[in-house]
C-alpha cells in the first residue's frame, strides 16, 4: 500500500522560507510522477509543481522562480523548497503520486490540475502572515 506524509509546514512571515518533505513508502514505481498541491480555504486546489523519475519539473506560474521541488530517491524523500513566500502562499499543502507517467505525457490542465494522481498524503499547513 502506497502511503504519502507530508511535513514542514508551518507559520512564517512574509518573505520567508519553508522546506516541505513527503516520505513515501511502497510506491515501486521505476516510472512515475509526484506532485505538490495546495487548497486555501473557500478555493479550489491548485496544482504548485510537479516532478517525474526522469528528473523533469513543471511549475505552476504562481511559483515559478520561488518554489523548487526536488527528489531523494535514496531518502524516498520528495522536497520543496519555498521561498519569498506570500501571504496569498497560505494554504494546504499536499503531496500526490502516480505510476506509470512522464511529465511530457501529459497537459497542465491534467498534470497541475491533480487528474492523473491517485495517491495523496493528508496533507501539511502552511500559513504566511505579517
Known amino acids: 500500500q502506497v502511503q504519502l506524509e507530508e511535513s514542514g509546514g508551518g507559520s512564517v512571515k512574509p518573505g520567508g522560507s519553508l522546506r516541505l518533505s513527503c516520505a513515501t513508502s511502497g510506491f515501486a514505481y521505476s516510472i512515475y510522477c509526484m506532485g505538490w498541491f495546495r487548497q486555501a480555504p473557500g478555493k479550489e486546489r491548485e496544482g504548485v509543481a510537479a516532478?517525474?523519475?526522469?528528473?523533469?519539473?513543471r511549475y505552476a506560474d504562481s511559483v515559478k522562480g520561488r518554489f523548487t521541488i526536488s527528489q531523494d530517491n535514496a531518502k524516498n524523500t520528495l522536497s520543496l523548497n519555498m521561498n519569498s513566500l506570500k501571504v496569498e502562499d497560505t494554504a494546504m499543502y499536499y503531496c500526490?503520486?502516480?505510476?506509470?507517467?512522464?511529465?511530457?505525457?501529459?497537459?497542465?490542465?491534467?498534470?497541475?490540475?491533480?487528474?492523473?494522481?491517485?495517491?495523496w498524503g493528508q496533507g501539511t499547513q502552511v500559513t504566511v502572515t505579517s
Open positions: 500526490a503520486a502516480a505510476g506509470y507517467c512522464r511529465l511530457h505525457y501529459y497537459s497542465d490542465y491534467d498534470l497541475l490540475g491533480g487528474r492523473i494522481f491517485r495517491t
Open positions: 516532478i517525474d523519475s526522469d528528473g523533469r519539473m
